[in-house]
């Protein structure tokens, strides 16, 4: 069944579908792919998808489960399928730091005892997820403000909160209101600035004074705030 192989209005009805569709052989090879997939999976069309070694397909991300662990082959659905079982899994497939979150459910066909095809989809719950992220981050973030009157442990750990969460990089400013826009350094207007990756503080200044508060999250997440 390669690319092109269906019948022309079933061609045309994947292509216009909003979710991925692939089919692999029992030796893993994709001998059938939709544009969605291609998108997905980093494909510029189904010919290079299908022409691509299966060994080579996810050589351009990573294939992590839900908890940012990076994911067995043998756990992934398109592979337990091909021992025979109907399978489905979020996953989250990274790229430079970018994760991309796919719903993937996959199925075997099963003639004379073995399975000889396994067909997937492939269905982008990025922004659903990244989305329920931020919601949560929200709540706990409200949490932590309202837990303490140290501010600045206070924004902290809001900061790492942050990472790996929503972000790989958060910084927290607390600024002089009457005199925002003054240049940082000794006798400036930042009095705290936290800056935390990969779960360690890596920067921080003493609080000198009255303050607002800005927070400024970037990264992984794609988010951005400041108040």
Same mark, same amino acid.
């Given at each position: 069944?390669?690319?092109?192989?269906?019948?022309?209005?079933?061609?045309?009805?994947?292509?216009?579908?909003?979710?991925?569709?692939?089919?692999?052989?029992?030796?893993?090879?994709?001998?059938?792919?939709?544009?969605?997939?291609?998108?997905?999976?980093?494909?510029?069309? !189904?010919?290079?998808?299908?022409?691509?070694?299966?060994?080579?397909?996810?050589?351009?991300?990573? $294939?992590?489960? /839900?908890?940012?662990?990076?994911?067995?082959?043998?756990? #992934? !659905?398109? #592979?337990? @399928?091909?021992?025979?079982? $109907?399978?489905?899994?979020?996953?989250?497939?990274?790229?430079?730091? #970018?994760?991309?979150?796919?719903?993937?459910?996959?199925?075997?066909?099963?003639?004379?005892?073995? =399975?000889?095809?396994?067909?997937? $989809?492939?269905?982008?719950?990025?922004?659903?997820? /990244?989305?329920?992220?931020?919601? *949560?981050?929200?709540?706990?973030?409200? *949490?932590?403000?309202?837990?303490?009157?140290?501010? !600045?442990?206070? +924004?902290?750990? =809001?900061?790492? +909160?942050?990472?790996?969460? +929503?972000?790989?990089?958060?910084?927290?400013?607390?600024?002089?209101?009457?005199?925002?826009? @003054?240049?940082?350094?000794?006798?400036?207007?930042? +009095?705290? /600035?936290?800056?935390? /990756?990969?779960?360690?503080?890596?920067?921080?200044?003493?609080? *000198?004074?009255?303050?607002?508060?800005? =927070?400024?999250?970037?990264?992984?997440?794609?988010?951005?705030?400041?108040?």
């Amino acid at each position: 069944m390669p690319a092109g192989a269906t019948s022309p209005p079933l061609d045309e009805a994947l292509a216009l579908a909003a979710v991925g569709f692939l089919v692999q052989d029992a030796s893993r090879r994709v001998v059938y792919a939709n544009g969605e997939a291609c998108r997905l999976l980093g494909f510029p069309d !189904p010919g290079a998808l299908v022409a691509t070694p299966p060994d080579q397909i996810g050589a351009q991300f990573e $294939t992590l489960d /839900e908890s940012g662990a990076a994911l067995p082959e043998d756990q #992934r !659905p398109w #592979r337990r @399928a091909l021992a025979g079982e $109907t399978a489905e899994r979020t996953l989250r497939l990274r790229t430079e730091g #970018r994760d991309r979150w796919i719903h993937m459910t996959s199925r075997p066909r099963v003639r004379e005892g073995r =399975v000889d095809l396994v067909a997937s $989809t492939l269905a982008d719950v990025t922004e659903r997820r /990244e989305a329920e992220a931020g919601q *949560r981050f929200l709540a706990e973030a409200g *949490r932590l403000l309202a837990s303490s009157l140290d501010y !600045p442990a206070t +924004l902290a750990n =809001v900061a790492r +909160l942050a990472v790996p969460t +929503l972000a790989d990089w958060c910084s927290v400013e607390l600024v002089d209101p009457i005199q925002p826009d @003054a240049p940082a350094g000794p006798g400036g207007t930042i +009095l705290l /600035e936290v800056a935390v /990756e990969g779960g360690g503080d890596v920067a921080g200044d003493h609080v *000198r004074g009255p303050v607002d508060a800005a =927070v400024g999250v970037v990264g992984g997440g794609g988010i951005a705030a400041r108040d």
